[in-house]
C-alpha cells in the first residue's frame, strides 16, 4: 500500500463537476494506491501513520486536533515506468481487491477519530488542492 499525504489548506474531489468529497479546513489530502498482496496489516498502518504523523502546523498530527482527511484511490501510484515511454499498472490490485482496502483505510481512520471524505472509487475524478508549506509526504506499508 502506498499513500501520499498532502497537508493542505483545503481541498476537494469532483465526479463529472460534481465535489463528492471536500475538507474546507487546514487537514489532510491522501492519494491511496493498493497492489495486490495488501490486506488488514497494510490498512492498520497506513491509517495509524496518517493519524499520528506530526506535520500539521505546530507540528501536530491530525489525530491531536481531529483534522479531516481527503482519502482519494490512486491506482497509478503503482505504475512501473522502468522500460518504455508507457507506464504499466501490473503491480496496482484490481478493483475488486483494492476497493475494500480503501473503504478499510477510511474506516479505519475513522476509528482514530478523524473525519474523513472520500473520493468516488473507479471514477474518473478531478482533485483540487492548496497544499500548505509545500508539505507531502510518501508512505509505504
Known sequence: MRA???RVSRASVSVDGQVVGALDAPGLLVLLGVTHDDGPAQVELIARKVAQLR???GER???D???GVLLVSQFTLYA???KGRRPTWSAAAPGPVA???VDAVAD???GHGLPVATGRFGADMAVE???DGPTTILLEA
Open 4 to 6: 501520499v499525504v498532502q
Open 55 to 57: 506535520i500539521l502546523r
Open 61 to 63: 498530527a491530525a489525530a
Open 65 to 67: 486536533v481531529g483534522a
Open 80 to 82: 512501473d515506468t522502468r
Open 99 to 101: 476497493e475494500p482496502l
Open 108 to 110: 479505519a481512520l475513522r
Open 129 to 131: 488542492l492548496v497544499n
